[in-house]
């Protein structure tokens, strides 16, 4: 079925078994899902999960300590906006946005600390995307990862620091190339590796980032 235009504020939600909020049809438009705390308190899998949908607003959430991902969209997805939601201690990605129809969306002030993997994962095949102006430090893996056809996606004014794995990963893996994505004005320190392109990256642009006392 469909799930539209439905508000979901305010709310305190814990300890559950699977999900915290889950939207579960991949033609659910037009949600919000505004200032919840979803503590998982190390039992609940994952916080939001959402199967898709488009023009959905997901802002000022803290999402904490789940053993699984923090937030995680397995759908197709255009024209969300994800805004200055707290993301910390997720045993998986604090963020895994997953899907070849992840396209279009703006992923901006957010804050991804201490996740058991990727700070803010997109996996398969994102385009258009922006993700600007993110905090995102002392992941257990990589800051930023984009895996998979990753075409004309912006990185625009993110502080990436302090991960155990690369700040920012452009990775090839087997998949088709990366194209035309825009790194600029991010802040990239103290990572295993700075920034790294894995592979069949071409056409990308890194421009005026600051990229200091990474270890690799």
């Known amino acids: ?26 033609s659910a438009d037009k949600n919000t899902i505004v200032g919840n705390t979803i503590d998982g308190k190390g039992y609940q899998d994952v916080g939001i999960a959402m199967a898709g949908g488009d023009n959905s607003l997901v802002s000022n959430n803290t999402i904490r300590k789940h053993t699984g991902a923090g937030l995680h969209v397995f759908g197709p997805m255009t024209n969300s906006r994800f805004l ?17 129809g992840f396209d279009r969306n703006v992923f901006a002030g957010n804050s991804s600390r201490g996740s058991g993997s990727v700070g803010v994962y997109l996996p398969s095949g994102p385009d258009r995307n922006i993700l600007s102006n993110n905090l995102v430090v002392r992941n257990s893996a990589d800051g930023i990862l984009l895996r998979h056809d990753a075409n004309s ?7 990436v ?12 893996d087997g998949g088709p190339n990366h194209t ?18 894995n ?17 690799g």
């Open 1 to 26: 079925g469909t799930a539209q235009s439905n508000i979901v504020v305010a709310n305190t939600v814990r300890s559950n078994n699977v999900y915290g909020i889950y939207v579960a049809s991949t």
């Open 84 to 100: 200055a939601n707290t993301l910390v201690s997720n045993a998986g990605a604090n963020a895994r946005l997953e899907n070849e």
């Open 153 to 159: 996606n912006r990185l625009v004014g993110n502080t």
């Open 161 to 172: 620091i302090s991960n155990l794995g690369t700040g920012i990963l452009m990775n090839f």
């Open 180 to 197: 035309y994505n825009v790194a600029v004005r991010n802040s990239v320190a103290r990572n295993a590796v700075g920034f790294l392109f």
């Open 199 to 215: 592979g069949g990256e071409r056409t990308n642009s890194v421009l005026n980032n600051v990229i200091y006392a990474n270890t």
